[in-house]
């Protein structure tokens, strides 16, 4: 353990990848013990491995068994974690045994580590017994003094010092002084249960000061696993090299956060149910819409709004991109250079309804942030936007990329920066997009042949040329890009049908 007061990792471990080492139980409901410690270091970036100390059969109404994890297999498990794969810190949960928990002091002492985090586990959320008095004096004497930090809630702290009645903030700060007499550096005593608070407020004490840290109460019944996932935050950060308060502020503001995005999330009928905290689940159960997976035929006729063609006539996106899919586009893509992000915003999310309601992709042009802050089905980016490996790294596996490009070696690279499809040109001479090269059908069709993706061919096309742009005959070109010949004209739909028929006409492409 590191030295008292000093709380910053050094400069040559900073290089390595963060690695938490939870000590815990399992829960089978997977809202608390290892599954929480493990999706909470997941969620926080650091690398997490994991000593089960006993297996509990558990979900949301309560605990219906313990077993607790012979004492030499806790070692067992301990030694081979801890004696190969540079731990930073090691954070406690369930330890059900005097046994278990002299066996992991034991341990620490033969293998040191940065920093120990000691969630003093004694009671589940539902109220049921996971480590009994008998264990007190052992924790006392043994595992608080080894600690860097301990967390524990109102209940845990009273049973760590002899029933000592919490009920106030005076309390608390009473509590954590006392706590820290017995040898932790930290405490941080947490007052989710302080009767009477609208807020919630937790109490730290290094020795030196105290910090009130207050933040609103969320109302959610799904809040099991809140101190094991805190717990693990706070280890996570300090596996980062974080200071001890800095780490707690924000695993205390990625637990709230996670907290309040789970609010309606529907698991177990219990009166505690689990969160989330990868945040990722809310749009999966809630959205009406899925995502489906990317079709290459999607491309056909690929409409790209710009905003100062539609204000010219009068219309919002909204009536545009309405327009363009009665006329038969096939996917949209909203190119608004002038947006300000805010309009941006609330325009791609009415926009992305009515493309769900007709089964039709969206995507955003340039703007990844707008498109992972509205869940648009996707993105596209040219060569100077953001790279396509970034924009795939943030966006997740499932959703659409696309890139432009104009040569053989841009369409390679997209392939290899795992893009979905290739837009090029501009095949044809266009007064849509300033000083962009015109590379023809010439340089259209060696594009496609190099590339490994389908191609979207853009570019100055119309009803009047999408024929001959469709004839180069590739069977990797999968249809046309159209901004002006559909959006700078009077009625969107008319020519959005016209382009549709002639691209049908061609009969190429459209499977
Ligand atoms: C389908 C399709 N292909 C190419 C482009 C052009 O993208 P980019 O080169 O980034 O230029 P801007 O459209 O951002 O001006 C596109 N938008 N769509
Ligand atoms: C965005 C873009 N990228 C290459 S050409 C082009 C403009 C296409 O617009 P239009 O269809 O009006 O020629
Ligand atoms: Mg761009």
């Known amino acids: 353990m590191q030295e008292k007061g000093g709380s910053t990792l050094s400069d040559d471990s900073r290089t390595k990848t963060p690695h938490v080492l939870t000590v815990a139980g399992s829960d089978s409901g997977a809202g608390a013990g290892i599954q929480a410690d493990l999706k909470a270091c997941a969620a926080r970036r650091v690398y997490c491995s994991t000593v089960i100390t006993a297996l509990t059969a558990q979900n949301t109404v309560g605990v219906q068994g313990v077993s607790n994890v012979p004492e030499d297999f806790v070692a067992q498990q301990l030694k081979s974690v801890l004696s190969d794969m540079q731990v930073d810190v090691v954070k406690t949960g369930m330890l059900p ?79 954590a002084r006392l706590l820290h007499n017995m040898g932790p550096k930290n405490v941080l005593v947490k007052g989710g249960d302080l009767p009477d608070s609208s807020d919630a407020v937790d109490i730290l004490y290094n020795g030196h000061n ?47 956060t996670a907290l309040d995005y789970s609010k309606e999330i529907d698991i177990g009928n219990g009166p505690q149910g689990p969160f989330d905290h990868l945040l990722r689940l809310k749009s999966h ?9 990317f079709d290459p035929s999607d491309l056909f006729l690929y409409a790209v709004t710009d905003s100062r063609m539609n204000k010219r006539w ?51 042009n340039d703007r990844v942030d707008v498109a992972i802050a509205c869940d648009a089905d996707g993105v596209h980016v040219g060569q100077s936007d953001m790279p ?23 369409a390679e690279q997209a392939w290899v920066d795992g893009a979905d499809y290739i837009g090029c040109g501009g095949v044809y001479p266009t007064n849509t997009k300033e000083n962009n090269i015109t590379v023809g059908l010439n340089g259209l069709k060696t594009v496609c042949m190099a590339s490994k993706l389908p191609v979207v061919a853009i570019g100055g096309i119309g009803v009047s040329n999408a024929r001959a742009v469709m004839e180069i005959c590739a069977s990797n070109l999968k249809g046309v890009a159209v901004v002006s010949a559909l959006f700078d004209r009077e009625c969107v739909q008319t020519e959005t049908r016209k382009l549709h028929e002639v691209l049908l006409g061609s009969n190429i492409g459209s499977t």
Do not use: W
Request: hydrophobic content about 40%; aromatic content about 4%; some cysteine.
């Open 210 to 256: 105290f910090y009130e840290l207050r933040s609103p109460r969320i109302r959610t019944r799904n809040s099991h696993g809140t101190g094991c996932s805190l717990a693990s935050s706070i280890a996570a950060e300090v596996a980062k090299g974080y200071p001890m308060l800095s780490a707690v502020k924000v695993a205390k503001r990625f637990v709230e």
């Open 388 to 410: 396509a490996r970034v924009a795939r790294t943030l966006l997740g596996p499932e959703k659409i990329i696309g890139v432009s490009c104009k040569t053989p070696e841009q």
């Open 314 to 364: 009068g219309r919002s996106i909204i009536d545009a991109v309405k327009a363009a899919i009665d006329g038969g586009a096939t996917i949209i893509q909203l190119r608004e250079k002038d947006a300000e992000t805010k309009d941006f915003m609330e325009s791609a999310k009415a926009c992305l309804r009515i493309c769900h309601l007709h089964g039709v992709p969206l995507l955003i």
């Open 97 to 175: 045994s005097v046994g278990i928990v002299k066996t992991l002091c034991k341990t620490l002492r033969e293998f040191p580590v940065h920093a120990l985090v000691v969630d003093p586990v004694m009671v589940s959320t539902s109220g049921d017994v996971l480590a009994g008095p008998s264990i007190l004096s052992t924790f006392l004497e043994e595992l608080l003094p080894m600690a860097d930090i301990i967390t524990p809630n109102l209940k845990e702290a009273s049973a760590l010092l002899n029933g000592m009645q919490l009920e106030t903030v005076d309390d608390m700060r009473s509590a």
């Open 285 to 293: 159960s809630q959205a009406c819409h899925r995502q489906q997976p």
